[in-house]
């Protein structure tokens, strides 16, 4: 399973917002919150989200031609986002895949 050694780091920002970022076992940051949380139970749910049938995944295009993706919970609100631009569809879709896209 791609990511399964995956280590998750919670951190408080410059804003005093708890985030969360995954790191993969090379120290890159393979995925980040999409926002700043006031309680870091909030963060970690967030973190943990797991497989949710109802999210929405959109793999798009960015200004610089690079492919991303972003995740979408039921209620529109973003809930997960690619943190570089891929220069195939292929590589954003296996990054996703570590966040929970089954394809």
Not at 74 to 90: D, F, K, M, T, W
């Amino acid at each position: 399973m791609a990511g399964e050694n995956d280590k998750y780091e919670v951190y408080t920002d410059k804003g005093g917002k708890y985030r969360w970022r995954r790191l993969a076992s090379n120290g890159k940051v393979v995925g980040a919150a999409t926002e700043g949380y006031n309680s870091r139970s909030d963060c970690e749910k967030n973190m943990n989200r797991g497989a949710v049938a109802t999210d929405k995944w959109e793999f798009y295009t960015d200004k610089k031609g690079e492919h991303r993706w972003r995740r979408r919970a039921q209620n529109g609100q973003i809930v997960g986002a690619a943190c570089e631009g891929y220069g195939r569809r292929s590589d954003a879709e296996a990054n996703a895949a570590r966040h929970g896209y089954a394809g």
